[in-house]
């Protein structure tokens, strides 16, 4: 079988480092996410020390992400 059938396009997910550590943060996260259009799921993952914020969406991209979450006072970059 050609590896390139295997191999899937995961460019719909998108990775962040966050500095949501408390619940209330994610409680926020979940106000602004829910507030764009695109979102079709998200989670944070806390027990991670980078706090990893996963997106999935078809249509949104990183920089908006970034730029959401910098202007509410929290850190968030591109995982890569």
Do not use: A
């Amino acid at each position: 079988m050609n590896i390139y059938l295997l191999m899937k396009n995961f460019n719909h997910i998108l990775l962040f480092k966050t500095n949501c550590f408390k619940k209330r943060d994610k409680t926020v996260v979940e106000k602004l996410l829910g507030q764009l259009d695109g979102v079709e799921d998200w989670n944070i993952d806390m027990d991670d020390d980078d706090r990893v914020l996963r997106i999935i969406s078809h249509t949104l991209k990183h920089q908006r992400i970034i730029n959401l979450l910098n202007q509410h006072g929290y850190h968030c970059c591109e995982l890569t």
